[in-house]
C-alpha cells in the first residue's frame, strides 16, 4: 500500500480515482479478491481508504503487528528473522528505541 500510496501523492491523483488506478495493477491472489469485493459491492461507491481496510483485513489478518512484533523470535537464519522483523515493525509503526528492543529480544542466542 505504500507503493499506492506514495504514486498517488506524488501524482496528485483524486480519492475518486485511486481504486480504478490501483486495480489496473492487481495481480494475483489479490486480484481475485478484488473481483469478488468489487462483485459484492454491486452499485456501491466506497471510498479508497475503505477498501485499503477491507484489503489489509484480508490479506495481513486480524492481529495487532505490535504484539506479533513483540512476540517474534528468531527460529532459523538471521537473515530471515531481519526481514520478518523489519516488515512487523512498519506495520506496528514503533519507534526506533523500542523496535531494537524488541529486536534484541528476539534474537536466538546459540
Known sequence: MYKYNQYFEIEEIKDDNKLKLASYYID????????????????????????????????????????????????????????????LWNRAEVNEKSALVFFIRGLGWR
Not at 481496510?53 to 512476540?71: H, I, V
Open 28 to 87: 494475483g491472489m489479490a486480484s481475485y479478491w478484488h473481483q469478488n469485493f468489487t462483485r459484492s459491492l454491486g452499485d456501491k461507491a466506497i471510498s479508497w481508504s475503505e477498501y485499503v481496510e477491507a484489503l489489509c483485513s484480508r490479506f495481513r489478518g486480524q492481529k495487532d503487528p505490535l504484539k506479533e512484533l513483540m512476540e517474534l523470535r528468531q527460529v532459523g537464519n538471521l537473515e530471515t528473522y531481519i526481514q520478518n522483523f523489519d516488515i
